[in-house]
T-cell receptor, first 115, second 117 residues
Framework: DAMVIQNPRYQVTQFGKPVTLSCSQTLNHNVMYWYQQKSSQAPKLLFHYYDKDFNNEADTPDNFQSRRPNTSFCFLDIRSPGLGDAAMYLC??????????????FGPGTRLTVL | AQTVTQSQPEMSVQEAETVTLSCTYDTSESDYYLFWYKQPPSRQMILVIRQEAYKQQNATENRFSVNFQKAAKSFSLKISDSQLGDAAMYFCAYRSARETSGSRLTFGEGTQLTVNP
C-alpha cells in the first residue's frame, strides 16, 4: 500500500545531541510537511517542501533544519535538542496542486524524548 | 490570518448514539477547503471528511456528515451510530485555495471524543 513512513517511531536523544528524523513516501507526492505536535495540542507546521522549494514557517526556530534529497525522502534535523523539543513529529504529504481538493496524508509520527 | 476554533475540548457519546462536534473559523477568503481529521490513540492522523467552500451541499461519508454554514463560518461534524473505534481526537482544519498560501493547514485545538459502551 502507498503510504507515508516515519523512522524511527521512537527516538531518545540527549540534551544538545543532534538528532535526525526521517520520512519517506511511496505516494509520489510533491509536497512534504513536517509538523511538531505536543501532548493534547494541534500539530504545528515547522516547514514544508513544494518539490525542491523549501518553505520555512516564520516562527520555526533555527535549531530545526530540513533536507529533501529526492521526491521520496525528507529529513528533519534538530541541531541541539532542548527539553522543550520533546514532542511527536509528524510528516505529511500532499499531491500536486496547491489549489486543489487534495488532502494531506500523515505518517504515524516519531516520538522524540530528550533526556 | 485564518483561525479555527473548536470550543469543545472533550465530548462523550454512548455507543450507537449521535454526536456533533463544533468548529468555527475566521477568514476573509471566499475560496477554501475545510477538513475533519481523526487522530486515534495510535496517533496517526487520518482524514474523515472534507468540504469545498464553493459547494453548498454538505459532504457525507458513511456515518460522518458535516453541517457547513458558510455565512456563519461554521463547520460541524456529525457522527451517527457511534462506534467504539470512533474514539479519538478530532481536529477541524482550514486550507486556503490560494496558490500563495503554501497549502498549509490551520488546525483547531481539537476535541477529544470518548465513546462509552
Amino acid at each position: 500500500d502507498a503510504m507515508v513512513i516515519q523512522n524511527p517511531r521512537y527516538q531518545v536523544t540527549q540534551f544538545g545531541k543532534p538528532v535526525t528524523l526521517s520520512c519517506s513516501q511511496t505516494l509520489n507526492h510533491n509536497v512534504m510537511y513536517w509538523y511538531q505536535q505536543k501532548s493534547s495540542q494541534a500539530p504545528k507546521l515547522l516547514f514544508h517542501y513544494y518539490d525542491k522549494d523549501f518553505n520555512n514557517e516564520a516562527d520555526t526556530p533555527d535549531n530545526f533544519q530540513s533536507r529533501r534529497p529526492n521526491t521520496s525522502f525528507c529529513f528533519l534535523d534538530i541541531r541541539s535538542p532542548g527539553l522543550g523539543d520533546a514532542a511527536m513529529y509528524l510528516c505529511a504529504t500532499m499531491g500536486r496542486g496547491i489549489s486543489s481538493y487534495n488532502e494531506q496524508f500523515f505518517g504515524p509520527g516519531t516520538r522524540l524524548t530528550v533526556l | 490570518a485564518q483561525t479555527v476554533t473548536q470550543s469543545q475540548p472533550e465530548m462523550s457519546v454512548q455507543e450507537a448514539e449521535t454526536v456533533t462536534l463544533s468548529c468555527t473559523y475566521d477568514t476573509s477568503e471566499s475560496d477554501y477547503y475545510l477538513f475533519w481529521y481523526k487522530q486515534p490513540p495510535s496517533r496517526q492522523m487520518i482524514l474523515v471528511i472534507r468540504q469545498e467552500a464553493y459547494k453548498q451541499q454538505n459532504a457525507t461519508e458513511n456515518r460522518f456528515s458535516v453541517n457547513f454554514q458558510k455565512a456563519a463560518k461554521s463547520f460541524s461534524l456529525k457522527i451517527s451510530d457511534s462506534q467504539l473505534g470512533d474514539a479519538a481526537m478530532y481536529f477541524c482544519a482550514y486550507r486556503s485555495a490560494r496558490e500563495t498560501s503554501g497549502s498549509r493547514l490551520t488546525f483547531g485545538e481539537g476535541t477529544q471524543l470518548t465513546v462509552n459502551p
